[in-house]
C-alpha cells in the first residue's frame, strides 16, 4: 500500500535577528494509511514543528521549509508536493484531507463563536454544503464523539463547556471532512487522567472506523505505547530511532531512547516492594546502587491534620454578599511521619492543592487543626505564624513562575535566611554555597538569573530555597509534572536522597499515579475535596477499595504496548461541582479501616 | 526579529541623546537672550538662510527658541511624570498587592478623580498655586496620578499572584519586602513603558495649560508655548507650529523606540 | 442582573463623591460670577448687590444642599451668565455633543481598527513601523493643531463643509451632521492613534492564540481568520479601551467644541468655567463625570452582550 | 547685538504711526440701497445675558443695541442728542429734566411708546433688585412723573453733571415696554430697529426687521449674529463667503484681509485704550521718579507697531478723542533708556536690582505680545521684568479687585463720558482705582468738576487732571485701539455700522448687494 504521507529529509529553519535557527534537520518518515505513527520526544525537540510542517502551518510561526521533501497522497489519489503547494491549494487539504487536533481544548476553539458555527465553517467550505446540511452533520459529528446532549451543544459557547469536552469537540472539527490524516499533538497533555483515557479510546475508536492515519505528537511513552503502531524518537531537532512500537520498548538500540524509557515510571512495577525506590537513570546506576537499604526509622508523627476544611466564598448579589462555597478542603484528616512521603492524588479540582496552601495558611482554613511538632498552626498570630513557617516549605509546580525573574538565584535562596535572621555576612555566603551543592547546582549558578537555566535546574534552585531555612515540612505542589521525564527523574531521586539525609518529609501533591507509587510511603485520594482513601502505598495501590480509586487506576496509560487499555470508548464519571450554597452542611467523613492503617471513605 | 528591534531601539537611542545634547549643549552655545531677541522687520518670516526655522509674530528666531526650548520642556515633562509615578506608584502597588477593602476604597478615589475633566483640575490647581513652572508640574502629575496609579495596580495584581510571591510569604517575607523585592522589578517594565507615553502627553499638556495662563510664562521658550501660540498664525505661518510640532514627534518617536528597548534591557530575561 | 446592579450601586457612590469633590473644586476657585457680569465696570457696591441677588452669600453647606436637593428634585437652578434654567441648557448641549462623541468615535474605529490589525499581522515589519509611526505622529500635535488643518482643507480650501457653527438637529439633521463631521474628524484622529495602539496589541495577543492555528488547520482563508476569527475576539476589548476613551474626549471636546463653534458641552463648560457661573460650572462638570461613569458602565455591559465568556447571572 | 537690531527696526517702523483711522473707500456709496436679505455677521463673542439692563459686557450690548432704542443717544462728537424722545430740557440749577416724547413710536409687540413705559424701564434699572448693572446712574434720581403720555419728568435729589450721558450710554436709557421685564432675558423686546426672534445659547442670536421702527424700517430682512470667537475661524468664515460680515478682525490680520480686493475693511478709532498700571502701594512706585523712569523706557509708538500690528493711535490721555476734554498738548515722554536708567539711579534702584512682575491677561493676545515687548525694554535699562499669565477671572480678582500685583496693563472701552472715566478710575476713592493712586491734585479737581455746570469750564479742569497724570506717571498711557470689520463686498452701508461709541454695531441701514 502506498504510504499516505512521506517526509524525506525536512529542514526547517526561523528566521531571527540573530540569523536562522534551525527547527528540524534531515527528519525523513513515512505514514501507511490507517497506521498510528507517534513522534515522541522531550521538549525542543522539534516534534511540534514536523507535525506543522506536514499542513504547511510552520510559515504562521515564522518557519520555512530550507529543504527536503513533503509529500502527500491526496483522496484522488494525486501526489502532492507540499513544499510547493500554493496556499490556494494548501487551503483545500488543511482541514479536509488532513485534521489537526491541538495540545490547549480550553484555548482551542473561538471563544466568542458557537459551537455550531465553528464546525459547520469547515464544511461549508470545503464540502460546499448548506448551512442545514452543515448543522446535520455538525450534529452527527458531536454524537459520533459521544458528547452528552449534542443539540444543546451545538448552540452553546466554548466557555460553558468542560475541558473534556471541548477537546472533543476540537476531534469533531478535526474529523469533520473525514480526512485521510489525523495530526494529534499533544491532545491529552492538558487533560485530567480519566479524561485522557477517554479522549484516547475515541481516537483509538475513530481512527479504526474510519481507517484514516494518524501522526500522533505526545512527550509521554506510556502514552505511546497505548497508541503507536509506529514510534518516531525525536530529540533535538533530528531523528534519534524510528522502529514499530514494540521494536522501541522492548529492544531500544540508541542510548537516547533506552534512558527515556528507563527514566519513566510504569504503573505497577512496585507490586510487592514496600519502601520507595529511586527512578531508574542511565548513568546513574552507581548512584543507584548507593542506595542504602531504606533505614526503618520508629515512626514518629510530624505533621498532624484534623478534620480541615477550606471553603472559598462565591461572592454575588448587590451587596457583594457570599451566596454560595466552594468546598474545596472538607473535613481532611491525615497525619505524616517524619522523614516519610504521603502523596494527595486526584484530578484537577479535587482540592488537593487548596489542602497543601491550608496547612502552610498560605489560604486560611475555615476550621480544623493543623499541628506540626506540637504547635497548632491554625491558631498562630500573624508574627508566630511567620516564624513557623521556617519548619515548612512549599515547592511549586511552575518552576518558571516560583522563581522572580529579576533576581538573581543567590538573593532568592538567601532571602529565607535573611528573613529568619539564620545567618549573615560570609556565614550566610557559606549556607547558600553549601545549599547549591546540596542541590547539586553548580555555584557559578548563584550569579544567574532564572531564565538562564533549565526548567530541572529551576526546580532545583527551588528547592534550595525550600531548605535553607532546615523546613521540617515540605510540600510539594506538582513539584515534578512541568519537568520532562529524564530531568523529572532526576529530581524526583534528589528529593528522595534529601529525605534520607536530612529526614524530611513531604506532602506530595500529584496527579501523576505512576510517579506516586514509585516514591510514596502513604497515599491519599482525593475527590470533591475529601480524602476518599488513605494508606500505606502498596494497600491503595494494590487494593484500592473505593470506586473512584479503582477508576482512576484504570485509566492511568501504562508505559508498556503490550497492556493496551483504550480499545474502546471508554466513559468515567464526570467530576461534579464542590461549590454548594451556604445552607449546606456536609457530612462528617468518616471512614472504614478495610487494613491497618488502610482507610476507605464510607458513602 | 531581535535585529529589526535593534535597529528601532538604536535610532530611538540616537534621537533621544540628539534631543539631550540640544538641551544641554544648547544653552552653551546659544546667547539666552537669542530665544527672546525680536526682529520686527522679520515677523512671521518662512524659512529662509538667515532664520532656518522661521520667526514667530514677534520676529523671534524659531531654531534659537526651539532649541532653548528644548530643556524646559523636557524639565517640566520629566518632572510631572515621575511626580505621577511617585504619587501613583504607591497607590496602585498598595491597591492591587492588598486587594479588599483598601483596593475597593483607593480604586473609587482613583475612579472619582479619572472622570473629572483634566481642564478643570489643572485650572483649579492654577488658581490656588498661582502661575509657574512648578505648578505646572504639579497640574501635569496630579492630572497623570489617577492613570498610572490604575496600570499599576492592574500590573500589581497580576504578579501579586505569582507563585514566587507566595513563595516569598511561605519563606516568611513581609509584605513590604515583597513588594519591594518581589511586585516592584516585576511591574517596572510597564511603569516605563506607561511612563513614556505619558512623557509625550506631558509636553503636549504644558501646551494646553498655557491658553490657562499656567506653563511657561513668556517670553521664555519651550515647546508647548510655541505650539500654543502658533494657534491663531496656523493658516499663515503653518511653520510656527510645525517646527515645535516636530520636536514634540521626535522626542515621542525616539522615547516610544527607547522604550520597548528599555524594557528589554531592564529584562533579565533578555539579556 | 447582579452584576448590572453592582456596578450601579458603584456608580452611584462615584457620583456622590463626585458631587462632594466637584462642590469643593468649584468653590475654591477664586473670583466670582458677579465680577465676571460686571467686568471692568464693577464696583464694590453695585458687586454687593449683584452678589446678594445671586444668592452666592449662603453659607457652602447650604449652597451643597440646594445643589443636590434640587438635582435630585430636578430643580438645577439657573446659569447665572445665560439666565436659563441649567438643565435646558444641559439637555440641548448634551444632545450636541453626544453627536460629535459618537461621530468621532465611529471615525476613530473606522480608521484605527483596520490600521491596527494592519500592523498586527505584519507585526515588527515595516507595515507596522509605518502604522505606529504615524499614530505617534497623531498625538505629537495637539488637537487645536488637526481642528485648524480640517478648517483650513476642508472648509476653506476644498468648500465641502462649513467651516464652523451647530444647527439644531430638530430643524436640520443633515445640516447638523454637516457641522458636526469636521470637528468630529479632528477629535476621531486624535483618538485614532491610541486606539490604533490597542488594536494591535490586542490582535498580537490573539494572533498567537490557539484557536487562529485551529482555524488554519481547517483550511479557512487567511482572510477569514483575520477578519472574522481574530477580529471577532479583539471587538471586545477594543470597544472596552474605546469606551474608556469617553473621558479623554470631553477633555478634548472643550477645545475642539469652541474652535469650531460647535456649542455642545464642552462649550459650554469652557464658558462656565471661563465666566465662573458656578452653578453651570458644578452642573457641567458632574454631568460629565456622569456620564463618563456611566458610559464605562454602558461598555462594560456591552461587553457582556458581545463576549460569551462574562454572559454572568 | 540683537537688542540694537530690535531698537534699529522699531526706529524704522515709525513715521507709519498716526495712519490710523482708514476710511472703507465705499465706491458704491452713491448706489440706491435695496430692501430684502439676510446679514450674517459672524460675531467674535458669545451673548450671553438678553436681558438690556442686567447685561454688562460689550458683546451682549453689541446685539441688543439693535433691539432697543434709547431716550437719548449721541452724535459723531460725542454730544447728547435726543433719541426716543423729541427734545430733552435740563432746569438750570441741574435738578431736573423734562423729556418729550416722539408720539407713535412703537415697541415690537405693536404697543405705542408713552411715559409710563420710560417711568418703567428707568424705575426697573435703578431698583437694585432687578441687578441692572447700570444702576447706579439714576442714584440721585428723586422722582420720575409723567403729567401726559409723552412727557416725563425726572427729579434730581442733588446734581448729577453726567446724569445725560450715562443715559446715552449702554442700557441705561433704553425705553422697554411696561412690565415686560420677566421677559427681557428670554424675549427682549424694546422699540429698536430689529425684533428678537430667537436665540440658541453660544451659536446664534437671530433679528428680523421691525418694520415700525420710528427711524423707518431697516432694509434687511434679518440679522443673523452667528457667534465665532475663535479668531481663525471667523477669518475662515469670511473668506469662504459663510459670513457676510465679521467683527473684531485679529489686529495682525488686517493688513492681509485689506490687501485682498475681494474683501472690505473696515477700522476706526477708538475702540478702546489701553494704559500700562503700576500699583502704588508697590514700595518702588511710590517714588515718581520711578514711575517716570519706567515711562521712558517705552517706546509708544514701536510697542503699538509691534503688539498693535500698526492698528491704533498712541496717545497722553484717555480722554476720547474728538471730545472737548482732550488735552491736545500733552505728549508721550519720548524713549530714553539711559536717562531712565539715570533716573533710577537716582532714585536708589541701580541697575539690576529691580525684579518686577507683570500679571497679564490671556483674555487679551495683544496684552502678552505687549508684555513681551516690555521685558527686552525693561532688560536694556536693567530692570528685570517678569511675566505673569492670568485668566480674565484670576485677573480681575487678583488686580481689579485684591490690588495684588506689582505692575499690569488693562484697556477700557467706551468710558468717554469725562467724570465716569476720570472720577472712577483716578480718583483716590474711584471704583475702579485698583492702583491705589492717592494724589489730592486730581482728588480735588474731580471733585470740583462734578459741580461745574459750564461745559467749556469742566472741559478745562479734565485737561488739567490729565496733565496732572502726565506729570506724575501715574499710569502710562500708550494708545487707542482701533475696531475692525470685515465685510464681503455685497455689504453695503458699512459706514453706518459703528455706534460713535465704537463698540456697538447698529445694522439699521446696512443693505446687501444683490
Known amino acids: ?603 | 526579529m531581535k535585529r529589526f528591534k535593534t535597529t528601532k531601539g538604536m535610532i530611538g537611542i540616537i534621537l533621544l541623546l540628539l534631543i539631550a545634547l540640544v538641551a544641554i549643549v544648547g544653552p552653551m552655545v546659544i546667547p539666552p537672550d537669542a530665544a527672546t531677541a525680536m526682529d520686527m522687520r522679520a515677523r512671521r518670516a518662512p524659512p529662509s538662510l538667515t532664520h532656518i526655522f522661521g520667526t514667530d509674530q514677534l520676529g523671534r528666531d524659531l531654531m534659537y527658541r526651539v532649541i532653548l526650548g528644548t530643556r524646559t520642556s523636557l524639565e517640566i515633562a520629566v518632572s510631572a511624570v515621575v511626580m505621577s509615578i511617585v504619587l501613583g506608584l504607591p497607590l496602585g502597588l498598595i491597591s492591587g498587592y492588598f486587594g479588599g477593602f483598601v483596593d475597593n476604597v483607593l480604586m473609587r478615589l482613583v475612579d472619582t478623580l479619572l472622570a473629572f475633566p483634566a481642564l478643570l483640575l489643572a485650572l483649579t490647581i492654577s488658581a490656588v498655586l498661582g502661575p509657574n513652572i512648578q505648578n505646572t508640574i504639579i497640574a501635569i502629575g496630579v492630572a497623570f496620578t489617577p492613570y498610572l496609579a490604575r496600570i499599576i495596580r492592574g500590573e500589581a495584581l497580576r504578579v501579586a499572584q505569582m507563585p514566587y510571591v507566595e513563595a516569598a510569604r511561605s519563606a516568611g517575607t513581609t509584605d513590604l519586602m515583597i513588594m519591594w523585592r518581589h511586585v516592584l522589578p516585576n511591574i517596572l517594565p510597564a511603569v516605563i513603558v506607561q511612563g513614556t507615553i505619558s512623557l509625550a502627553f506631558a509636553i503636549l499638556a504644558e501646551a494646553g495649560l498655557s491658553f490657562l495662563g499656567l506653563g511657561t510664562q513668556p517670553p521664555a521658550a519651550s515647546w508647548g508655548l510655541m505650539i500654543q501660540a502658533s494657534r491663531d498664525q496656523l493658516d499663515i505661518a503653518p511653520w510656527t507650529a510645525l517646527v515645535p510640532g516636530l520636536a514634540v514627534a521626535l522626542t515621542v518617536l525616539g522615547l516610544n523606540m527607547f522604550g520597548d528597548v528599555l524594557r528589554d534591557i531592564l529584562d533579565p530575561r533578555s539579556k | 442582573m447582579t452584576y448590572v446592579l453592582n456596578r450601579l450601586l458603584s456608580v452611584i457612590l462615584t457620583l456622590f463623591l463626585i458631587t462632594l469633590v466637584t462642590f469643593a473644586v468649584t468653590n475654591i476657585l477664586p473670583g466670582d460670577v458677579a465680577m465676571m457680569i460686571m467686568g471692568t465696570q464693577s464696583n464694590p457696591e453695585a458687586l454687593a448687590g449683584l452678589r446678594e441677588s445671586l444668592g452666592l452669600n449662603d453659607p457652602l453647606l447650604v449652597q451643597y444642599g440646594h445643589w443636590v436637593g434640587g438635582m435630585i428634585s430636578g430643580d438645577w437652578g439657573n446659569s447665572l451668565i445665560f439666565k436659563k434654567p441649567i438643565f435646558e441648557l444641559l439637555a440641548q448641549k448634551a444632545a450636541a455633543s453626544a453627536i460629535i462623541v459618537a461621530m468621532s468615535m465611529i471615525i476613530a474605529l473606522a480608521l484605527a481598527v483596520p490600521l491596527g490589525v494592519w500592523a498586527a499581522v505584519h507585526r515588527d515589519k515595516w507595515q507596522d513601523t509605518v502604522s505606529s509611526t504615524s499614530a505617534l505622529m497623531g498625538v505629537s500635535l495637539p488637537d487645536f493643531f488637526w481642528g485648524i488643518l480640517m478648517i483650513l482643507v476642508f472648509a476653506r480650501w476644498l468648500g465641502w463643509f462649513p467651516s464652523s457653527g451647530f444647527v439644531d438637529p430638530a430643524e436640520n439633521f443633515l445640516g447638523t451632521l454637516r457641522h458636526a463631521f469636521l470637528p468630529s474628524l479632528a477629535l476621531g484622529l486624535g483618538l485614532m492613534a491610541h486606539l490604533t495602539r490597542m488594536t494591535r496589541s490586542t490582535m498580537t495577543g490573539i494572533l498567537n492564540q490557539e484557536f487562529i492555528r485551529v482555524a488554519r488547520a481547517k483550511g479557512l482563508a487567511e482572510r477569514t481568520v483575520i477578519w472574522r476569527y481574530a477580529l471577532a475576539n479583539a471587538i471586545g476589548p477594543v470597544i472596552t479601551i474605546a469606551g474608556l476613551q469617553i473621558g479623554y474626549l470631553f477633555g478634548s471636546i472643550i477645545v475642539m467644541e469652541s474652535l469650531f463653534g460647535y456649542t455642545g458641552m464642552g462649550w459650554l463648560t469652557y464658558q462656565a468655567l471661563l465666566n465662573r457661573d458656578l452653578p453651570l460650572i458644578q452642573s457641567t462638570v458632574f454631568v460629565i463625570a456622569a456620564v463618563v461613569m456611566l458610559t464605562n458602565l454602558a461598555v462594560d455591559l456591552l461587553y457582556v452582550v458581545i463576549d460569551p465568556r462574562i454572559r454572568l447571572g | 547685538m540683537r537688542r540694537r537690531d530690535f531698537l534699529r527696526n522699531s526706529t524704522a517702523i515709525l513715521g507709519t504711526g498716526f495712519a490710523g483711522v482708514s476710511l472703507p473707500a465705499t465706491l458704491w456709496a452713491q448706489e440706491t440701497p435695496v430692501t430684502g436679505g439676510t446679514l450674517i455677521w459672524g460675531h467674535s463673542e458669545t451673548t450671553q445675558n438678553l436681558d438690556m439692563h442686567q447685561t454688562g459686557t460689550a458683546s451682549s450690548g453689541r446685539v441688543l443695541q439693535n433691539i432697543h432704542s434709547s431716550i437719548v443717544t449721541v452724535d459723531k462728537d460725542l454730544n447728547v442728542i435726543p433719541g426716543l424722545c423729541e427734545s430733552f430740557e435740563v432746569a438750570p440749577d441741574g435738578l431736573s429734566y423734562t423729556f418729550k416724547l416722539r408720539p407713535n413710536v412703537k415697541f415690537h409687540n405693536g404697543a405705542v411708546m408713552t411715559s409710563a413705559d420710560v417711568k418703567y424701564s428707568f424705575e426697573r434699572c435703578k431698583d437694585p433688585a432687578t441687578g441692572a448693572v447700570n444702576f447706579e446712574v439714576f442714584n440721585n434720581v428723586a422722582s420720575i412723573e409723567t403729567p401726559d403720555d409723552l412727557t416725563v419728568v425726572i427729579k434730581m435729589s442733588a446734581v448729577n453733571a453726567p446724569f445725560l450721558s450715562r443715559l446715552a450710554e449702554n442700557g441705561a436709557g433704553v425705553v422697554m415696554p411696561v412690565d415686560s421685564g420677566p421677559t427681557q432675558g428670554t424675549n427682549p423686546m424694546g422699540a429698536g430697529p430689529f425684533k428678537f426672534v430667537s436665540y440658541e445659547v453660544g451659536t446664534v442670536v437671530k433679528m428680523a426687521r421691525h418694520d415700525d421702527y420710528w427711524e423707518g424700517p431697516s432694509y434687511l430682512d434679518a440679522v443673523e449674529a452667528r457667534e465665532i470667537t475663535e479668531p481663525t475661524t471667523r477669518l475662515t468664515g469670511l473668506r469662504t463667503g459663510e459670513l457676510h460680515m465679521i467683527n473684531d478682525i485679529p489686529l495682525d490680520r488686517v493688513g492681509e484681509l485689506q490687501a485682498d480686493a475681494g474683501l472690505q475693511v473696515k477700522t476706526w478709532f477708538p475702540l478702546n485704550f489701553d494704559f500700562v498700571n503700576m500699583n502704588h502701594t508697590f514700595e518702588p512706585f511710590k517714588d515718581k521718579r520711578v514711575r517716570v523712569a519706567f515711562d521712558m523706557i517705552i517706546d509708544k509708538e514701536a510697542l503699538m507697531e509691534g503688539a498693535l500690528w500698526g492698528q491704533g493711535a498712541t496717545t497722553a490721555s484717555p480722554s476720547f478723542p474728538t471730545s472737548a476734554a482732550y488735552n491736545k498738548d500733552l505728549k508721550q515722554r519720548a524713549q530714553d533708556i539711559e536717562g531712565a536708567k539715570a533716573m533710577l539711579a537716582e532714585a536708589g534702584y541701580p541697575e539690576g536690582s529691580l525684579n518686577i512682575v507683570f500679571k497679564a491677561t490671556t483674555n487679551y493676545p495683544y496684552h502678552i505680545e505687549t508684555a513681551q515687548i516690555l521685558v527686552e525694554w525693561f532688560k536694556m535699562a536693567g530692570v528685570n521684568l517678569t511675566i505673569e499669565q492670568l485668566t480674565w477671572a484670576d485677573w480681575l480678582s487678583q488686580c481689579w479687585v485684591d490690588k495684588d500685583y506689582q505692575m499690569t496693563m488693562m484697556n477700557f472701552f467706551t468710558l468717554w463720558e469725562s467724570d465716569f472715566l476720570y472720577y472712577s478710575v483716578w480718583n483716590s476713592t474711584g471704583a475702579f482705582n485698583y492702583r491705589a493712586i492717592n494724589d489730592p491734585v486730581i482728588d480735588e479737581l474731580t471733585a470740583k468738576a462734578r459741580v461745574t455746570v459750564d461745559d467749556a469750564e469742566r472741559a478745562k479742569i479734565y485737561q488739567a487732571v490729565q496733565q496732572q497724570i502726565w506729570d506724575e506717571s501715574h499710569d502710562i498711557l500708550l494708545w487707542f485701539r482701533n475696531g475692525t470689520i470685515g465685510a464681503q463686498p455685497a455689504v453695503m452701508g458699512l459706514d453706518t455700522v459703528v455706534h460713535p461709541n465704537g463698540s456697538n454695531l447698529n445694522f439699521h441701514k446696512v443693505w446687501l448687494k444683490a
Not at chain 1, 443539540?151 to 473525514?178: D, F, K, N, T
Not at chain 1, 512496585?270 to 548513568?283: F, N, Q, T, V, Y
Not at chain 1, 535566611?417 to 548563584?446: C, H, K
Request: glycine share 8%; hydrophobic share 45%; with cysteine.
Open chain 1, 1 to 603: 500500500m502506498k504510504d499516505i504521507v512521506s517526509v524525506d529529509h525536512l529542514r526547517v529553519e526561523f528566521a531571527t535577528g540573530d540569523g536562522p535557527v534551525v527547527g528540524v534537520q534531515d527528519v525523513s518518515f513515512t505514514i501507511a494509511p490507517g497506521e498510528t505513527l507517534c513522534v515522541v520526544g522531550e521538549s525542543g525537540s522539534g516534534k511540534s514543528v514536523t507535525s506543522l510542517s506536514l499542513m504547511r502551518l510552520v510559515e504562521f510561526g515564522g518557519g520555512t521549509i530550507t529543504q527536503g521533501a513533503l509529500t502527500f497522497m491526496r483522496a484522488d489519489g494525486t501526489t502532492l508536493d507540499v513544499t510547493a503547494a500554493s496556499s490556494q491549494v494548501m487551503g483545500q487539504v488543511r482541514g479536509n484531507e488532513i485534521g489537526m487536533i491541538f495540545q490547549e481544548p480550553m484555548t482551542a476553539l473561538n471563544p466568542v463563536f458557537t459551537i455550531e458555527r465553528q464546525l459547520t465553517d469547515g464544511l461549508m467550505l470545503h464540502k460546499g454544503l448548506t448551512q442545514e446540511a452543515a448543522s446535520a452533520r455538525a450534529l452527527d459529528l458531536l454524537k459520533s464523539v459521544r458528547i452528552p446532549e449534542p443539540e444543546r451543544r451545538l448552540r452553546q459557547y466554548p466557555h460553558e463547556l468542560s475541558g473534556g469536552m471541548r477537546q472533543r469537540v476540537v476531534i469533531a472539527m478535526a474529523m469533520a471532512c473525514e480526512p485521510k490524516l489525523l495530526i494529534a499533538d499533544e491532545p491529552t497533555t492538558a487533560l485530567d487522567v480519566t479524561i485522557q483515557a477517554e479522549i484516547l479510546a475515541l481516537i483509538n475508536r475513530l481512527k479504526r472506523e474510519n481507517g484514516m492515519a494518524v501522526l500522533f505528537i505526545t512527550h509521554d511513552m506510556a502514552v505511546v505505547a497505548q497508541m503507536a503502531d509506529r514510534v518516531v524518537v525525536m530529540y533535538h531537532g533530528r531523528i534519534v530511532e524510528t522502529g514499530t512500537v514494540e521494536q522501541i520498548f522492548e529492544n531500544p538500540q540508541e542510548n537516547y531512547t533506552k534512558a527515556l524509557l528507563a527514566a519513566v515510571p510504569k504503573l505497577g512495577e512496585m507490586k510487592g516492594k514496600a519502601a520507595p525506590e529511586r527512578m531508574r537513570l542511565i548513568g546513574d546506576e552507581a548512584a543507584r546502587a548507593a542506595q542504602t537499604a531504606p533505614k526503618s526509622r520508629k515512626p514518629e508523627v510530624l505533621l498532624q491534620v484534623k478534620n480541615l476544611t477550606t471553603r472559598f466564598p462565591v461572592k454575588g448579589g448587590i451587596l457583594r454578599r457570599t451566596v454560595a462555597q466552594v468546598h474545596a478542603v472538607e473535613d481532611v484528616s491525615f497525619t505524616l511521619n517524619v522523614g516519610e512521603t504521603l502523596a494527595l492524588v486526584g484530578e484537577s479540582g479535587c482540592g488537593k492543592s487548596s489542602c497543601g496552601r491550608s496547612i502552610l495558611r498560605l489560604i486560611e482554613p475555615t476550621s480544623g487543626e493543623v499541628w506540626i511538632g506540637g504547635r497548632d498552626i491554625g491558631a498562630l498570630n500573624h508574627h508566630d505564624l511567620r516564624r513557623a513557617r521556617a519548619d515548612m516549605q512549599m515547592v511549586f509546580q511552575d518552576p518558571f513562575a516560583s522563581l522572580n525573574p529579576y533576581r538573581r538565584l543567590k538573593a532568592q535562596v538567601a532571602e529565607p535566611i535573611q528573613n529568619f535572621g539564620l545567618a549573615s555576612g560570609t556565614d550566610l555566603e557559606a549556607r547558600v554555597v553549601q545549599l547549591f551543592d546540596r542541590v547539586r547546582l553548580p555555584r557559578e549558578f548563584m550569579t544567574r538569573f532564572p531564565h538562564e537555566l533549565s526548567g530541572g535546574q529551576r526546580q532545583r534552585a527551588a528547592i534550595a530555597r525550600a531548605l535553607a531555612v532546615n523546613p521540617k515540612l515540605i510540600v510539594a505542589d506538582e513539584a515534578v509534572s512541568a519537568l520532562d521525564v529524564s530531568v523529572q527523574a532526576q529530581v524526583l531521586n534528589l528529593m528522595m536522597e534529601l529525605q534520607e539525609d536530612l529526614g524530611l518529609s513531604y506532602l506530595f501533591i500529584s496527579h501523576d499515579m505512576a510517579v506516586v507509587e514509585r516514591i510514596a510511603h502513604h497515599v491519599g485520594v482525593m475527590y470533591l475535596g475529601r480524602i476518599v482513601e488513605i494508606g500505606p502505598r502498596a494497600a491503595v495501590f494494590d487494593n484500592p477499595q473505593h470506586p473512584y480509586t479503582q477508576s482512576l487506576l484504570s485509566a492511568v496509560p501504562i508505559a508498556d504496548p503490550r497492556k493496551r487499555r483504550f480499545a474502546d470508548d471508554l466513559a468515567f464519571k464526570p467530576i461534579t461541582s464542590p461549590i454548594f450554597p451556604l445552607s449546606y452542611q456536609p457530612a462528617k467523613s468518616t471512614y472504614t479501616e478495610i487494613a491497618p492503617g488502610h482507610l476507605v471513605l464510607n458513602a
